[in-house]
């Protein structure tokens, strides 16, 4: 079972970025897809991006394309969520989530979660 621990989130103002990070410990994050998803209060979690393992394949919703970045990086253990021009709409916890699979889904249908990041936009 592999360990996820998310950092990184914050409150920013709209307009602004921030990275997240998912660091994986237990095992071997090659083997992994790595999805990033978001719960608001009263809503249900949903699925904000996606790589595969291999880092060839990359999938966004609709609502952060052209702002949101997935990369990851295996020999540091690291999955990252670059946010840029953040909205109120954005605001809410973050979590990473891992499964063993050479692709990725955007459905919260992964093994292993970390405990999530507060993201707060707002001015």
């Known amino acids: 079972q592999l360990q996820l621990v998310e950092s990184g989130g914050g409150l920013v103002q709209p307009g602004g970025s921030l990275r997240l990070s998912c660091v994986a410990s237990?095992?071997?994050?090659?083997?992994?897809?790595i999805g990033w998803f978001r719960q608001a209060p009263g809503k249900d979690r949903e699925g904000v991006s996606c790589?595969?393992?291999?880092?060839?394949?990359?999938n966004y919703a609709d609502s952060v394309k052209g702002r949101f970045t997935i990369s990851r990086d295996n020999a540091k253990h690291t999955v990252y969520l670059q946010m840029n021009n953040l909205k109120p709409e954005d605001t809410a916890v973050y979590y990473c989530a891992a499964k063993l699979s050479t692709m990725c889904v955007m459905t919260p249908v992964y093994n292993d979660w970390g405990q999530g990041t507060q993201v707060t936009v707002s001015s």
């Open positions: 790589i595969s393992r291999g880092g060839t394949t990359t």
């Open positions: 237990g095992g071997t994050l090659d083997y992994y897809a």
